[in-house]
């Protein structure tokens, strides 16, 4: 028998009802977590922590792609409500949208590191 499953079935019928009264629409955090979960836009948001912006030029540099690429990448996360642009002259700058996802992108990297100790002991 799998170590990680009951060995019987008893529901706490009160404590489902609990949770499934107070569980909200999900679809949309789904979503956001989903534009983080691509390696290359997830290293464009943490370049966003330590810039509050950057140029698409700049951010195509820093994922060592062409600039379309980097454009395409931060066009989803500004469709997906994680970033803002702003255009000055010539040139179109990314931020994040607000301090929520910087926080977000900060608090998972902590965790990330304190798992990969974890594993380690």
Excluded: W
């Excluded at 949770?19 to 534009?35: G, H, R």
């Excluded at 002259?89 to 902590?110: P, T």
Aim: charged share 30%.
């Amino acid at each position: 028998m799998d170590k990680e499953m009951c060995e019987i079935t008893k529901v706490n019928e009160e404590a489902v009802e609990r949770v499934q009264n107070q569980m909200p629409e999900l679809t949309d955090l789904a979503q956001f977590f989903k534009a983080l979960a691509d390696e290359t836009r997830l290293k464009i948001t943490y370049a966003l922590t330590i810039e509050d912006s950057l140029c698409v030029c700049d951010v195509a540099n820093v994922i060592r792609s062409s600039n379309a690429t980097a454009s395409h990448h931060l066009r989803y996360l500004k469709d997906h409500g994680l970033a803002n642009s702003h255009r000055k002259g010539k040139m179109v700058y990314y931020a994040l949208a607000d301090s929520h996802v910087k926080q977000l992108v900060e608090i998972a990297y902590e965790h990330s590191k304190e798992g990969a100790c974890n594993e380690k002991n």
